[in-house]
């Protein structure tokens, strides 16, 4: 069975600092990767999606890369804005396009103005 | 474009009664999935649907049951509400089939439900 692990639970941090999110899963058969932001009392939207036969993708300031070999992700935020504080979860995809997404727990970034 | 819409937003019920969760999109998206989440415990799968006309359990099925009523809407069911399903439901879909499998999966905005 997959099990998706977010490390560490939770992050302050100032203002402008770079910072890295860490996600590792225990199977490494899997299709996509897929980092998520979630807002208090919001749903989820999707940030990052690395397939399998990729290493990295980069959207503005955020950068996520995906080892397979090790179970490994991690999602790079450059010069953090207040803005930027939210739980960020990453999800990791089976063997398959259409089998479930299996989600880690996330982590709750604060960025202090 | 209102992508996938939950409704209601918040629900309480009291024990044994039982209600339905209803989720549409209108991204023409073949696979929808319900999870729930809960405090410390993250997003756990509870049904989903890979394409209309099939359902398939999730990690935490019971309790509920669904229904792909056509290719646009997945609705969720509580028989007998209990206590252990006060949590946050969202329901999400994806492109899925042969060409829509590495998409991202977009969500609703959720159903906050309580049971007492």
């Known amino acids: 069975k997959q099990e998706v692990t977010q490390i560490p639970a939770a992050l302050s941090v100032p203002e402008g600092e770079n910072l890295v999110l860490n996600c590792s899963f225990t199977?490494?058969?899997?299709?996509?990767l897929q980092w998520f932001r979630q807002d208090p009392g919001k749903g989820l939207t999707s940030l990052l999606l690395?397939?399998?036969?990729?290493r990295e993708q980069t959207s503005g300031r955020l950068n996520a890369s995906l080892d397979k070999s090790s179970g490994r992700s991690t999602l790079y935020i450059a010069a953090s804005q207040p803005g930027d504080s939210a739980t960020y979860l990453c999800?990791?995809?089976?063997?398959?396009?259409?089998?479930?997404?299996?989600f880690g727990k996330g982590t709750r970034l604060s960025v202090i103005a | 474009n209102a992508g996938v819409t939950q409704t209601p937003k918040f629900q309480v019920l009291k024990t044994g009664q039982s209600m339905t969760l209803q989720c549409a999109q209108d991204?023409?998206?073949?696979?929808m999935y319900w999870y729930r989440q809960d405090p410390g415990m993250g997003l756990r799968l509870i049904y989903y649907?890979?394409?209309?006309?099939?359902?398939d359990k999730g990690e935490v099925p019971n309790g509920y049951n669904v229904s792909r009523l056509n290719k646009r809407e997945f609705s969720l069911r509580l028989e007998s509400a209990a206590p252990s399903q006060t949590s946050v439901y969202f329901c999400?879909?994806?492109?899925?089939?042969?060409?829509?499998?590495?998409?991202?999966?977009?969500f609703g905005n959720g159903t906050r439900l309580t049971v007492t």
């Open positions: 999800a990791v995809g089976g063997n398959s396009g259409n089998t479930p997404l299996v």
């Open positions: 649907s890979a394409s209309e006309g099939t359902t």
């Open positions: 991204m023409n998206h073949n696979s």
């Open positions: 199977d490494s058969a899997i299709y996509n």
């Open positions: 690395i397939q399998s036969s990729q």
């Open positions: 999400a879909s994806i492109p899925g089939g042969a060409r829509g499998q590495n998409s991202p999966l977009h």
